[in-house]
């Protein structure tokens, strides 16, 4: 049972490059969400799904797409990479209601991916 | 909107006591503590909801009050293992974790 996968864990770009951060979960969570983490800011949310073929904006969602094709992948891409976007981005999944145990009220991370946009 | 943290950081000796406060100018239905650890991703230490009891996780408990729309971390007799950056999370009146707001984080360094 690994959690919430994220890769990579480290990756640089140039302005205008393009690239896409990868999420996958193995606990069967309809809920997956994509957070940046930047000094000072806190954890701000940028785009959530709630399941397959779902998928809705957060607080800062210009500039990254997401699709959910499958309930374990949620992947963040970044069309045109802009410095703003340097930042540490964690994937997150929530666990299903009615599981029992309050998954549901639980946020698992992964690891976090640190991106520099040069 | 982001709720708000206080303090932003605090330094402590091992076996002293902590208080990190967390409001927000909304209705608070349900306020989600967790702690990050430097380098690592951030873990869940506990819920409060609306109307709910104070919450307790070992020597870290907290409490919520409506009025104040605030939520308290108090930390008592801090361990070195209580180092890293606490963030409040407000969520809806289910407690549930979807959308959660997360603060700005407090950081906290327990000293030998």
């Known amino acids: 049972n690994a959690g919430v996968t994220q890769t990579p864990k480290f990756q640089v770009l140039k302005t205008g490059q393009s690239m896409t951060l990868q999420c996958a979960q193995d606990?069967?969570?309809?809920?997956m969400s994509w957070y940046r983490q930047d000094p000072g800011m806190g954890l701000r949310l940028i785009h959530y799904s709630v399941g397959a073929g779902i998928t809705d904006q957060g607080e800062v969602p210009n500039g990254y797409n997401v699709s959910r094709s499958t309930t374990e992948d949620f992947p963040l891409r970044l069309l045109s990479a802009a410095p703003s976007q340097t930042s540490v981005y964690f994937c997150?999944?929530?666990?299903?209601?009615?599981?029992?145990?309050?998954?549901?009220?639980?946020?698992?991370f992964g690891a976090g991916s640190r991106l520099t946009v040069l | 909107q982001q709720p708000v943290q206080s303090p932003q950081a605090v330094i402590l000796r091992e076996g002293e006591d902590a208080v990190i406060n967390c409001s927000s100018s909304k209705a608070l239905y349900s306020v989600h503590w967790y702690r990050q650890k430097h380098g690592e991703a951030p873990v869940f230490l506990m819920i409060?909801?609306?109307?709910?009891e104070q919450k307790g996780h070992d020597k870290i408990s907290a409490s919520f009050n409506e009025k104040k729309q605030q939520s308290s971390l108090y930390l008592t007799a801090s361990q070195l293992s209580y180092s890293g950056t606490y963030f409040c999370?407000?969520?809806?009146?289910?407690?549930?974790?979807?959308?959660?707001?997360f603060g700005s984080g407090t950081q906290l360094t327990v000293l030998p």
């Open positions: 409060l909801l609306k109307g709910g």
């Open positions: 999370g407000t969520g809806p009146i289910s407690g549930s974790a979807r959308q959660l707001t």
């Open positions: 997150a999944s929530r666990g299903n209601p009615g599981q029992g145990n309050s998954g549901a009220n639980v946020l698992t």
């Open positions: 606990m069967n969570h309809e809920y």
